[in-house]
């Protein structure tokens, strides 16, 4: 009996443990977040070889009387690129191009067989560098996805081309009319393997050719080619996204959807309050202080010299205006002295004001002398400083 108890104990002391675990685990987990963007992976990285074969078609003045079946020609491309994101990409090869037409001209390329309404048949070969700009449309309109089976893939580029034909020994031979082309295309690629790609590059080029195979004129002329790819790529072939940390939701987040809600509501609160607090205007303040303030040391309530020269000045004011009263109320400190000498620190203090004031002229009839047994400032004991004073006002 006490070994399956123990035995018991054991499992749901496991288990226990086992649940922390996982609840722990459940916690906070790190995942790749295409939607931050895309690191940009070292220079050596991402880079590609294609080879291509396949067949073009010319298109020039007279071209459409030769039979169609008998202007197509070979076209091959061997390119090395490299993709700076999912979506931009460069590429540099050699494209070979043979050309098949009709001519009104005698010379290079002619293949010595007359058509009907004074035409000759004429065959080039065309060898350049091209370099072209690439735009992975796939991963820019659906995202980037590593496995993707199908790639659509626009680009543009120029580049030139040297010209080979025949000459009248059937051999062939540099034609000194070189020439410049640009280009543009669309590559239908399909994912084989990690490494692999084949695909189907449909492309049109157009350039102003050697005079020949122009006809004689200088008119712009096309080349419409498709071709069949392999694609190799070379490592690194992915691109990596930033990791993330996502935190688990709780179980029931009502309550935390009901306390945001009711910040939200505080917060509109406050700036509805905030908007009105600034578009109200400022209320004037036409409330006068006192016309002055003469403060003295503890236990003074005699004036001094700079005191009276203040109550000079004063007394020119009181006599400007003689229609004005004036009230005088001596104060002095509660927090020392006892209250007999605080009453009579008050007395002392605004008879000595009044005396001054009347000695420099001011009518006795335009002063009230009083005091008040309060704290002028009531700044705490701290301040008692500015409590021991006589103020001059305005009488209402």
């Known amino acids: 009996m006490k070994k399956a108890t123990i035995l018991a104990l ?43 074969g396949g067949a073009g078609i010319y298109f020039s003045s007279f071209d459409s009387k030769r039979n169609l079946m008998d202007r197509f020609s070979p076209a091959a491309s061997i390119y090395v690129g490299k993709w700076f994101s999912p979506i931009i990409g460069l590429r540099a090869g050699i494209n070979y191009l043979g050309i098949k037409g009709l001519t009104e001209n005698s010379g290079y390329g002619l293949v010595n067989e007359h058509m009907t309404d004074g035409l000759y048949k004429e065959k080039f070969n065309l060898f350049g560098p091209q370099l072209d700009v690439m735009l992975n449309l796939t991963n820019w309109w659906c995202g980037y996805r590593p496995g993707r089976i199908y790639n659509a893939t626009l680009y543009g580029g120029a580049g030139a081309f040297v010209t080979f034909a025949k000459n009248d020994e059937n051999k062939w031979k540099h034609v000194s009319d070189d020439f410049l082309d640009v280009r543009a295309g669309l590559i239908n690629s399909f994912r084989v393997s990690e490494q692999v790609q084949l695909s189907l590059d449909l492309r049109v080029n157009m350039f102003k050719g050697p005079s020949n195979f122009q006809n004689g004129s200088t ?39 009901a306390r945001l809600a009711a910040a939200d509501a505080r917060i509109a609160d406050l700036e509805a309050q905030l908007r009105d607090c600034l578009n109200r205007p ?49 104060w002095a400190d509660n927090y020392t002295g006892t209250e007999q000498i605080n009453i009579r620190l008050r007395k002392n203090r605004v008879a000595g004001v009044e005396k001054q004031l009347i000695k420099n002229g001011v009518p006795a009839s335009q002063l009230t002398a009083t005091t008040n047994n309060g704290s002028l400032c009531d700044l705490g004991e701290k301040f008692v400083a500015l409590d021991r004073a006589v103020t001059i006002e305005e009488t209402k």
């Open 10 to 52: 054991a499992c749901v002391l496991f288990m226990g443990q086992a649940a922390v675990a996982q609840e722990s685990a459940k916690e906070i987990t790190y995942v790749n977040d295409p939607s931050q963007g895309y690191l940009f992976n070292r220079f050596q990285d991402n880079w590609f070889i294609t080879a291509e």
């Open 282 to 330: 400022v209320e004037k303040v036409t409330e006068k202080g006192p016309l002055a303030t003469i403060y003295y040391p503890i236990g003074v309530s005699r004036l001094t010299r700079e005191d009276r020269n203040i109550l000079g000045a004063i007394a020119n004011v009181m006599i400007a205006n003689p229609n004005t009263h004036y009230t005088l109320t001596g």
């Open 219 to 257: 008119k712009l002329c096309g080349d419409l080619q498709a071709y069949f790819g392999v694609t190799y790529n070379f490592k690194n072939r992915e691109w990596s996204t930033p990791v993330v940390p996502v935190c688990p939701e709780p179980e029931n987040c009502d309550a935390l959807r």
